[in-house]
């Protein structure tokens, strides 16, 4: 198992260079015993062998020499195959991945090679805790390599050998070995390990030799040098977790790579890019290998590092900072505020139809409704309203389904402005179509940043589709039919539809409650998924409510990045009651009745509802108007509270006789 150097130098002499160069192979080893040192690795690319030891589940601890083409790092240049686990390779055991990513250390001859798949199950090296004092005096060393030995060119098995320090710099480790050892061509990167208070720990790499013993070298000179790590654990950690983030909802979602000889994780965050490490800073310690940061605004970007904690105390390196910022609220967010403001399509009587904002006030309340747009001609019967951010922009816009009565529609569309106002954009669709015959609601199906309208739609006898509109930055792509039930399956009024990210994984669902009008319902889930489709679930819940006596709302009402349902359900005697279905990673958990008027106070049929995140603070609130007669209405909230509930917050705004309910449709 020696390493030599004289081919590499001999290769190297037109350039004049006379210097070590990169170690490939063991001399004067002996043949490993079946199953030691699964940690060691051998990496395989066109042309060229190294060595390597599996320092966490995915990482390969190895030489920035055995990716010459990559001085930067990143993706390999040449295809790379890590063999790890197997003492013999022609062996069917351990685990083979391909390498996805490399990672040089600038200041010494190390590199982190990535694996496309963890190997579970092997047991990867452990790092120093602390700097080794070299040089070591008496302390054995020892290297575990597949390169080429006294009398093999290409090993089948893997090889150790034993070595002394007798001198070292900051990032080099001078070796010789214990019995004509040296590292050999296919040993670079190659660990360097020693056997010390019942554990072992790798200290460095092989990094070049003189080849001294190895098969087909006739070089007398001996030595071999290590690049050291023993001082760079806590960037190998750093670097091994590689954490990012990503944003759902009013969520983060922190994940990292797994990393041995570790008691915790510890996560700490900051509205700003500098992220202190401290108590004030910390969010939490945790054993596995993600964090959600729940309860956050819409459109906040916030900042992390994440720290592992070893079992004796020691903690590694911060890692880089890595940000991800919300998306704006699934609510109606028409001024873009980062706050969820209330809507209305009102009917003015005589074919005219306008649209009412209650913008959000600094004071968590409502200000007094805003009349945005009016048109005549429209008859606001025949208009179905869809509301989202169409365009991406951080602001919510608003269209209309227009049923002419004729057999086809036109869709139109309102895009928000940075006043506040509503640039009206015209027809953006027109097909046959009928939007008395459907129930819409809305969503990013596909995942990319823009609002899409779904609508559940009534082809008689009981069949229904579900159509979906995807939406461009100028408008909208023609329909297109994600599901059908087939005749006698589904009756559109008896069912109610609302969209959201109910498994918290970026893209738009759709959920269903169906009415089997026995005082009995079943809740449906559609998946949105890569291509825009949607995957049905099946039934996720199966429950008492009554016949024709809810209506429903979508929001995310614990912060925590998955959107939950919410039903306002008639109780009989003008008691109404609220209860919410918390959705899971795989469905909803049974429903919690949150809040109930008491008999005689609330008539369901007189209350229109919505949810929004009104106040800003990362959790969907609820707003109710309720028709008290004529034109005297009020706004309710409920603002979302921190234990999953809602606080009853009273009549935000009172219309004083000019508004009157009956004639809005709440967005």
Known sequence: MSVSRTATVVALLAGGLLAAVPAEAVSGGTAAAPGAYPFAAKLTADGRACGGALVAPDLILTAASCFPENPQGGVPAKATTATVGRTSLSGTGGHVAGVTNVVVRADRDVALARLAQPATGIAPLRLSTIPVNFPSGDETLSLAGYGRTESEWVPDKLHVGTFKSPSATATTLALTGTNGTDACRGDAGAPIFRDAGGRTDVVGVTSSSWQHGCFGETTTRQGTTAARVDDIAGWIRQQALAPSAKAVGHAITLTWHAVTDRTAYRVYASATPDVPVDNAHQLGSVDGTSYTHTGLPAKQTRYYRVVVVTADGWTSTPTDVVSATTPVSAGNDFTGDGKDDAGAAYDLKNARTGMYVWPTTATAGVGAPQLKWSADGWEA??????????????????????????????????????????????????????????????????????????????????????????????????????????????????????????????????????????????????????????????????????????????????????????????????????????????????????????????????????????????????????????????????????TGGFDHEGAKWSSNGTFNAAQSTLL
Do not use: C, E
């Open 381 to 642: 019967a025949r208009a179905r309203w869809v509301t989202g951010d169409f365009t991406g922009d951080g602001r919510t816009d608003v269209a209309a389904f227009y049923d002419y009565l004729d057999g086809g529609s036109n869709l139109f569309l309102w895009y928000a402005n940075t006043s506040g106002g509503f640039d009206h954009q015209g027809i953006k669709w027109s097909g046959a179509f009928r939007p008395l015959n459907a129930r819409f609601t809305a969503g990013d199906f596909d995942g990319d940043g823009r609002t899409d309208i779904a609508a559940a739609y009534d082809n008689g006898s009981a069949d229904l589709s579900m159509l979906t509109w995807h939406a461009t930055a100028t408008g909208f792509d023609a329909p297109v039919t994600r599901w059908r039930t087939g005749p006698g399956q589904w009756n559109l009024a008896q069912s109610s539809w609302r969209g959201g990210d109910f498994n918290g994984d970026g893209r738009a669902d759709l959920a269903a409650f169906y009415d089997y009008r026995d005082n009995t319902a079943n809740l449906f889930l559609f998946y949105g998924n890569a291509s825009g489709g949607l995957d049905s679930q099946g039934v996720k819940w199966s429950g008492g409510i009554p016949s024709g006596g809810a209506k429903f709302v979508s929001g995310d009402f614990d912060g925590d990045g998955r959107t939950d349902l919410g039903a306002a359900v008639d109780l009989g005697g003008a008691n109404l009651t609220f209860r919410t279905w918390r959705a899971t990673a795989t469905g909803v958990d049974a429903p919690v009745t949150q809040w109930t008027s008491g008999p005689g106070q609330w008539h369901l049929g007189q209350s229109q509802w919505t949810a929004g995140d009104f106040d800003g603070d990362g959790r969907t609130d609820l707003l109710a108007t309720y028709d008290y007669g004529g034109s005297n209405t009020n706004l309710f909230r409920f603002r979302a509270n921190a």
